[in-house]
């Protein structure tokens, strides 16, 4: 993984903006194809709203392996869709010369052969209002709360986790935990009085569920978020199966891609390359 870029001068990790952030036109069956990892949390928000809104036929998606190379991620036997086998050449084929980093999610448009959005942000946002609101996931009323919301799960916990594991000085690492566990704290307080971030499943949800799902299993630990486990929080820990519970969320978790993607992948964190055994947690209800 190519940190150079991302590490600041004082050691801290500052995420590479996102190169490419058209909205999604219209649905056309076949005409948008996703690109997604299981493995990815910002990937995985994708593959979650598209089941929840059962927008299957409407989008089709290509789930690059695990295990990204010096050339990125790669698509095993090919990308049945545009034939290629890594996902820079589409980064490539719509900007040659492209040198920033070749992330998913992303959507590519099979008409005009380029890729439309990489912004992990918005594209949950563009399906939710531009392709399909049932159910509503970004309810009108509730949208400011929701940007809100939204904003404070990205500074505080879905990227707080990164700029702990990634960083380059004590300081940076201690100011970034102290961020993730101070929000988990506060959504302690407030999941336990109910049983959504707002009165309904929204987008906010989804945000928030694809980092809980992987914090035991590897930012506990591989990110050295370890004051706590998430199984320590018991609002939080309850929350989180009953969102595992729906097929939409499920369905997209493999806890085996990505534990095998951040401990063999990051290298630059796990050296060794060594995937650890458990843990052991019961994700029913």
């Known amino acids: 993984m190519r940190l150079g870029r991302e590490i600041a001068d004082d050691g801290r990790f500052v995420r590479q903006p996102n190169r490419f952030t058209e909205p999604l036109g219209p649905p056309e069956p076949g005409r948008y194809h996703l690109y997604a990892s299981y493995a990815c949390p910002w990937a995985q928000r ?4 598209r089941k929840l809104l059962g927008l299957e036929s409407l989008l089709g998606v290509t789930i690059v392996d695990p295990i990204r190379d010096e050339k990125g991620w790669r698509m095993p036997g090919g990308d049945p869709v545009t034939g290629v086998e890594y996902l820079a050449d589409l980064y490539l084929a719509t900007e040659p010369g492209y040198t920033g980093r070749h992330t998913v999610p992303c959507v590519w448009d099979t008409v005009e052969k380029r890729l439309v959005t990489n912004d992990f942000p918005r ?9 399909n609101t049932t159910p509503d996931l970004y309810p009108e009323h509730l949208r400011a709360d929701i940007d809100a919301m939204n904003d404070r799960l990205y500074h505080g916990l879905n990227n707080a986790v990164y700029e702990a594991g990634f960083a380059r000085s004590q300081a940076a690492y201690d100011e970034a935990v102290a961020r993730v ?4 704290s506060w959504l302690e307080v407030r999941l336990a009085a109910s049983p959504y971030l707002f009165d309904r499943l929204t987008d906010s949800d989804v945000r928030l569920y694809t980092t809980l799902a992987r914090f035991d299993a590897v930012y506990y630990a591989h990110f ?11 609002a939080l820990w309850a929350y989180a199966r009953r969102l595992h519970a729906m097929p939409a969320f499920a369905e997209t978790t493999d806890f085996d891609q990505i534990k095998r993607h951040y401990f063999i992948t990051q290298t630059n964190v796990n050296p060794s390359g060594i995937v650890p055994l458990g843990p052991e947690l019961d994700w029913s209800i």
């Open 46 to 49: 994708v593959l979650i709203v």
């Open 123 to 131: 594209i949950t946002l563009d399906l939710e209002t531009r392709w």
């Open 181 to 184: 566990f101070d929000t988990l």
């Open 224 to 234: 050295k978020c370890s004051l706590r486990r998430l199984s320590d929080h018991p």
